[in-house]
């Protein structure tokens, strides 16, 4: 994924695994975001608890899709958003 997004993976493992470990039931809501950061497209997948705030839970580089079909579709997305969720 490249040195920036290992190193922004690498900092918040933790505090996500600490997140999923204290939650174990409902109220929350998981929700996909574009961004573009030095030229490459990404969905950035976070989970947003009501009083808790939100937590980054997955960043996917969306290049390869747009190379292959041109953009990046509804389904592709949903398909993103259950791999998260697993």
């Known amino acids: 994924m490249g040195k920036v997004l290992d190193d ?9 695994q600490e997140f999923f470990r204290s939650k174990n039931g409902y109220g929350r809501a998981l929700t996909g975001d ?8 990404f ?4 989970c947003h608890e009501l009083g808790k705030g939100a937590m980054l839970c997955r960043i996917r580089d969306c290049t ?9 579709e509804a389904t592709y997305i ?3 958003m259950i791999a998260t969720i697993r």
Request: charged share 20%.
């Open 34 to 41: 574009g961004a573009t950061v030095l030229g490459t497209k």
């Open 8 to 16: 922004l993976y690498q900092m918040y493992r933790e505090e996500q």
């Open 78 to 80: 949903a398909h993103e």
């Open 43 to 46: 969905i950035n997948f976070l």
């Open 64 to 72: 390869a899709r747009l190379l292959e079909v041109g953009m990046v």
